[in-house]
Every structure is written in structure tokens, then in C-alpha cells.
């Protein structure tokens, strides 16, 4: 049987399923004896004494992100003609900035639809001194409230066809008898549309973020997810839970020369308190319980850790004893020896 090789998704899976195990090891002040090293127990052994490094941002392990619309409505484009030729300036996915020409339309339905917007305006004008006229009339009682009812049910519903009209006419511009052109009026992500009643849908660049999927037990901690060298801060994050992950929004990064859908190696980060960044040969276990070996003049002492990611070589830990220097080297013999003073 072909053995198959883990995917890189796959790995980063398993490598948050690992980081939610090691979270589960929170630190508890009494969870050991006191166990100390002499030493000159072990002046033999090379220690190699280094300063446990704070850390203001905790980094865990990779997850994959997506460049993808905020949750949401987007500003979809209908399509005002029936049945009219759709030649599309521009791809699907491709940037637009304002006044980018989107589509060439053509057919009778074009002529059709500005004869209609013709007309419109006619009687919208008609209707707004009707309006002035009639509103004279009531107050001085000199029609049915009825009457002036029914007149401003029929004012209201033409004013808003007016609007609608003029929405679209700010983005249709009529180029000849049975044609015109769609034009953008504000940059954004150009997404054409399979459905006929709509031209496309044009998502701008304060609707776009880079979403993950971070385990449950770290989601409420992320406050930036960093993708290579750019840093961007969460904007939300979602209060459902699908397979123990969360999904967590940026801020919009602005722009960018991405696609939508795009995707990233993303590292989820974290701002937490009495947190460092330790080598990964620092670290022990001792009765099922992380530890370091903080150095203190003469006396070497395993102080509990929880460990929060791994990178590279290095373990992020909260400890709820403030680190200085640690051991980096030999820690497996100044296990042993804990181990056997334990013991006695």
C-alpha cells in the first residue's frame, strides 16, 4: 500500500491539536515539591546558564488564512436590461479604481430603459408640485385626509423608484441609442455574477481581511495574525465553534496585491502576561509537569512552566515564577538527580 505524505494543512493540524495539549498543562503552584539541585552536584555538567528572554507577543503554531470578504452584504450591481449583450471589460477578481470601465451593454432594452428613466423624471416632477399643491390643500382643510393619504402613498413609492433609478444611472452611462457602459465608482474587487438579474458585485478594500480557523483553547488570546513581515491586528472574532476552531478576522490590511481567496500561512500571536521564550533543550518534565531549572547562586530549582508553542527551537512558556537564568544543557541529568532526591 502507498503510504501517503502528510499534507502541510495536515501538519499544522496536528501541530494545533499538540498546542491545545500542551495548554492543557496549566501551571499550578503547588504541583511540586520543592526540589532543588546543589551546585556542586553537578559541576561536572555543562550547563550553559542563558537568561530566559521575555516575551511581549507569543507566537503559536501556524494555521492557513484566507483573503476573503468581512461577513456581510456587498454592493451588488443589478442588471436594468432585459435581455441586452454583457461585454465585460475587466476579469473577475480583477482591481478597480474609480471610473474603471466594467462592462459595454447593447441591445433594445438599453434604449428601452432610458426612455423609461425619461419619463420617470417627467412625472417625478409632476409629482413633487402635485406634492407642494396638495400639502397647501390639507393644511388648510380643503381636502380629505383620505384623499392626501392616498396621494402620499403613491408620491413615496415613486420617489423611491426615483432613487433606484439614480443609483443605477451613477454607474450606467447611456453611449448610444441601444447601448451603454458600466462604469466603477469606487475601488474595490471586481466579482462577475452567474445570476442574470445582476451585473456583478464590487467588494472594496475596507470589506476585505484575512480570516483563520484558531484553535478554541487560544482564539480569545490572538490579538494580531502575522503573515511574513506584515503584522495585522484582529478585528473580530466569531462566537461559534466548528471541530474545537474558531474562526478570527483582521483588520482590513488595505492594500495589498492579493486575490480574493488567496491563501496564507498565517501565525495566530498573542499578548500575554509572565510569558518567555526558552530553548527547547531547557525543558523537563517532572511528575508529568514542564519544568525549568532556574540557576540562583548556589542552588538550581525546577520551577513548573506551562508551555504555549513551540517555534523553531524555542518553547513560549508561562511561568507563575518570575525566570532569570535557566540551564539550556544537561537538564536530563539534572532530571535524574531531582528524580532521585524526590525519591529519598
Known sequence: MKRRTPSRLS????????GLAL?????????????????????????RPQTAETAEVVTFSPVTGRYQTTPGSVLTLPNPFDNAAVDYAVVDGQALEPGTLIAQLNGPSVEHFFHRVDMLQEQYAVATRQYQSKKRLFENNAIAADEWQQFLTHYISLSDTFHEINVVLNRVQQTGE???????????IWRTSTNSQQLGSLHT????????????AQAKSITHLQINSLQLPVKQREQTVRNGFVRIWSEPPGQVAWTIDQRFTVEPQAKLENTYRVPASAIATLQDQAVVFSIDNSTIKAVPVELLSLQNAHYFVRSATALNLIATHSVAALKVIADEQEAQ
Do not use: D
Not at 501538519?11 to 499538540?18: G, K, S, T
Not at 499550578?28 to 559541576?43: F, G, R
Open 23 to 47: 495548554l492543557g498543562t496549566v501551571t499550578a503552584p503547588n504541583a511540586l515539591a520543592a526540589q532543588s539541585v546543589a551546585v556542586e552536584q553537578v559541576s561536572n555538567y555543562e550547563l
Open 178 to 188: 441601444q447601448s451603454a457602459k458600466l462604469i466603477s465608482t469606487e475601488a474595490g
Open 11 to 18: 501538519i499544522n493540524r496536528i501541530a494545533n491539536i499538540l
Open 205 to 216: 478594500q475596507e470589506r476585505l481581511a484575512v480570516v483563520a480557523e484558531i484553535p478554541l
